[in-house]
Structures are given as C-alpha cells and as structure tokens.
C-alpha cells in the first residue's frame, strides 16, 4: 500500500465553531455499539466488494446533518455529522487496538470493498465491522492479521450518532457508531517496531507513544 494525501487530510478541529463541537461532542457520553476500520486505497482479498454511490451518501449525511441542527460541513468539504476524537496522528499502530475491541465485547463482523468511480479511476475502500451484536462474529482472517502488524497508518477517529430507524429518525432512537479513518499507511521495515498505538480509553480514544 502506497502512502498518499486524502481528501480526509483537511480535516481541522479548530475551525469548528465551538457550540458545533458541543452538540456532536454529546455522542461521547455513550457506548460505542460498532467500530469501523476504514482504509482508503486498500483491497483486501477475501471480502465482498459493494458498488457506493458517493453523491447519494452525500446527500444523506447532509439532509442528515439538517434533522440533528448540525452544519454539515464543519469539518470538510464533504458532509459528516461525527464528532472527530483524534484528528490526523501519525504512523499510529492498530494492532494492539483489534485486540481491545474485542476485549470490550466489540466483536469481529466481517468486513467489505467499497468501490467508486473517481474521475474515470476506480477507487477502492476496505471496511472492517466490530460489533457488540455476538451472533455476527466471524474469525479474523491471517490478512487482516497481518495488515495491522505490517503497517502503521495517520489516525482519524469518528464518533457518530445513528439513527436506529431512518424514517422515524429521533423518535426511534439511536446508537453511537466509531469510525477509524487510515488515509495513509507505511509499512514498517523488518524488525522495526511503532512508536506510536491507538487505545481506547473509557468512552473516548488516546494515542499513546512507545
């Protein structure tokens, strides 16, 4: 895997108007039910691929962030109505954090390919689900294994509200959903160890150094 900028790069916590950060800070006060690794530019065998449709999800986040009183771009261009933890730390170990997820009863689900057309270029998007729902646990594969001990990625961290039922919205409840955006990686020389490790921490996230 390459290491590249991405469009998730501009990203900048202190642009948000600080009434925006307290509203989606909110989600923090409750557990996470699901944690997604995402990684940009990956293609990892053995997962199905699934064709997104990037405008319609774009669309949803922003009439999204239009019910919850948010202002859909605050952090970046594209609309989002997360609350971003840990914003761009680099060269940041996973593999330790796999292990934690599912120490907290976050369990390995499987995971997927998104694909898209991006100026003519198809782009690629590896997901990776852990989940507190028990009966979709699957075993991690040895690939999965082994990205996370070969690599070490730049960190953002998400936290979301979602609602439970998009038509009801509100009233139907809703559950907080992590996102662990990887836009870059680099992959660490034999016998070079990371310097740098993403834990959890309570309900929130640290970065931890050695």
Not at 110 to 139: A, C, H, N, P
Not at 146 to 174: I, K, P, T
Request: glycine fraction near 6%.
């Amino acid at each position: 895997m390459k290491k590249e900028r991405s469009e998730m790069a501009v990203q900048k916590k202190s642009n948000v108007p600080l009434e925006e950060t307290r509203k989606r800070a909110t989600v923090l006060t409750r557990q996470r039910e699901t944690v997604l690794i995402s990684i940009p530019k990956a293609r990892l065998l053995g997962l199905p691929e699934v064709d997104v449709d990037k405008e319609k999800r774009d669309y949803e986040h922003r009439k999204e962030a239009e019910r919850r009183g948010l202002i859909a771009n605050a952090y970046r261009p594209r609309p989002d109505t997360g609350y971003c933890v840990i914003e761009n730390a680099q060269e940041v170990s996973l593999q330790n954090f796999l292990i934690q997820l599912m120490s907290v009863g976050l369990y390995y689900c499987g995971g997927k390919v998104e694909s898209w057309l991006r100026d003519d270029r198809l782009m690629y998007k590896t997901i990776l689900e852990f989940s507190r729902d028990q009966t979709k646990e699957q075993q991690i594969s040895r690939m999965v294994r082994d990205e996370f001990s070969r690599y070490v990625f730049s960190v953002f961290v998400w936290a979301n509200w979602r609602f439970r039922d998009e038509e009801l919205g509100h009233e139907g409840g809703q559950y907080r959903l992590d996102t662990i955006n990887c836009p870059d990686s680099k992959r660490m020389e034999e016998n070079e160890k990371p310097e740098r490790y993403l834990n959890l921490k309570g309900n929130t996230y640290e970065i931890v150094e050695g």
